[in-house]
């Protein structure tokens, strides 16, 4: 089994940056795609970010497209999430996931294709 766990959150200024981690404990990670999202209360788990087995190719929600970076190093088992011009409404829970890749980008940005999730770290944006 692949148990994500995030670290990495906290609270920042509007216009900071925050990099979030998301490390796995399955040898197999590297056949997983992995997706960040993100919840508030009282609303729907959002698609953040996504990046394939590989790490060649990534996905983006259209709110964080230029901003976030989701990237992973597979040597290591961990998935990143560098989140940069930070804003007041990127505040939430960010959590990170894992699905099997089975080379379906369209899969990847659906928080009920994902098998394993981690706990969830807070991250609170400050105006």
């Known amino acids: 089994q692949v148990q994500p766990v995030e670290s990495g959150g906290g609270l920042v200024q509007t216009g900071g940056s925050l990099r979030l981690s998301c490390a796995a404990s399955?040898?197999?990670?590297?056949?997983?795609?992995m997706g960040w999202f993100r919840r508030v209360p009282g609303k729907e788990r959002d698609f953040v970010a996504a990046v394939t087995w590989s790490g060649s190719v990534t996905y983006y929600a259209d709110s964080v497209k230029g901003r976030f970076a989701i990237s992973r190093d597979n040597a290591k088992n961990t998935v990143y999430l560098q989140m940069n011009s930070l804003k007041p409404e990127d505040t939430a829970v960010y959590y990170c996931?894992?699905?099997?890749?089975?080379?379906?980008?369209?899969?990847?940005?659906?928080?009920?294709?994902?098998?394993?999730w981690g706990q969830g770290t807070q991250v609170t944006v400050s105006s």
């Open positions: 996931a894992a699905q099997k890749d089975l080379g379906l980008g369209y899969l990847l940005r659906s928080a009920s294709e994902y098998e394993y």
């Open positions: 399955e040898r197999t990670f590297s056949s997983y795609a």
